[in-house]
């Protein structure tokens, strides 16, 4: 299987504290994406990172990209409790075509107050 | 503008019952995707389709499953004769561009929740 997985499962944490959620896949890829997504609710797309890139930020994010060791890891800093949700990384492989998105497993962030 | 739009937003089916669901991508996108999320998992990926073509269902179960996107209206999901195993979380994305354009985002529909009894 293509999926990559994500490490922990879940997390828990305190408002104020970090968070670092790591995602490894399988193949060559395009790109890497984050997305979130709250319980019950569709995806938001947080923030993209292309092979021939380490390091990304947005706000709060960080990503990086480890081609070599096929991971990336996002840390969003000083967490709030609206954070509490599930993150999802997606790669686009290469040579498909098309942008097919290959998601992993998700971890499940619970930001307490 | 409005984003993707699904509808139903949940679905109750008897075993046996056929599930249509719809999905109107954003203003402006020809490209539509489908994936399927079942509890506690990632999406997968079932099919890709632009207006009146099906480029790759190869996400797709091979019987029961097929999907449909007509020069005007939505993108239709079809499953017929449901099982229990098809309850799940039914997402739609679409997208501006498509094959060998580069990269452009996908934008995610709040989905379909299918629940077969």
Redesign the interface.
């Known amino acids: 299987s293509q999926?990559g997985e994500e490490d922990p499962q879940a997390l828990s944490i305190q408002e104020g504290e970090n968070a670092t959620m790591n995602c490894s896949y399988k193949t060559s890829i395009?790109?890497l994406q984050w997305?979130r997504q709250n319980s019950?609710?569709?995806?938001?797309?947080l923030i993209?990172i292309?092979s021939n890139e380490r390091e990304k930020h947005s706000g709060r994010l960080r990503v990086t990209l480890d081609t070599s060791k096929k991971s990336s890891s996002l840390l969003i800093t000083a967490s709030r409790a609206a954070d509490t949700a599930s993150y999802?990384c997606?790669t686009?492989a290469r040579n498909?075509?098309?942008?097919?998105?290959?998601?992993?497993?998700?971890t499940r962030l619970l930001v307490s107050p | 503008n409005a984003g993707v739009m699904q509808n139903p937003r949940h679905l109750v089916r008897r075993r046996g019952q056929e599930a249509r669901l719809r999905c109107s991508p954003m203003k402006g996108h020809s490209h539509v995707y489908w994936y399927r999320q079942l509890p506690e998992e990632g999406l997968k990926f079932m099919v890709y389709l632009q207006k009146e073509n099906i480029i790759d269902e190869s996400g797709m179960p091979k019987e029961r499953f097929s999907a449909e996107f007509p020069k005007e209206g939505p993108s239709i999901l079809r499953i017929q004769q449901v099982v229990r195993g098809d309850s799940a979380a039914y997402f739609c994305a679409s997208s501006p561009q498509g094959i060998g354009q580069g990269f452009y985002e996908q934008y995610f529909g709040p989905g379909t929740r299918l629940t077969v009894t």
Request: charge should be positive; avoid cysteine; aromatic fraction near 16%.
């Open positions: 999926q395009n790109n997305y019950g609710r569709g995806l938001v797309h993209l292309r999802f997606a686009d498909t075509g098309f942008q097919k998105l290959v998601f992993g497993t998700g």
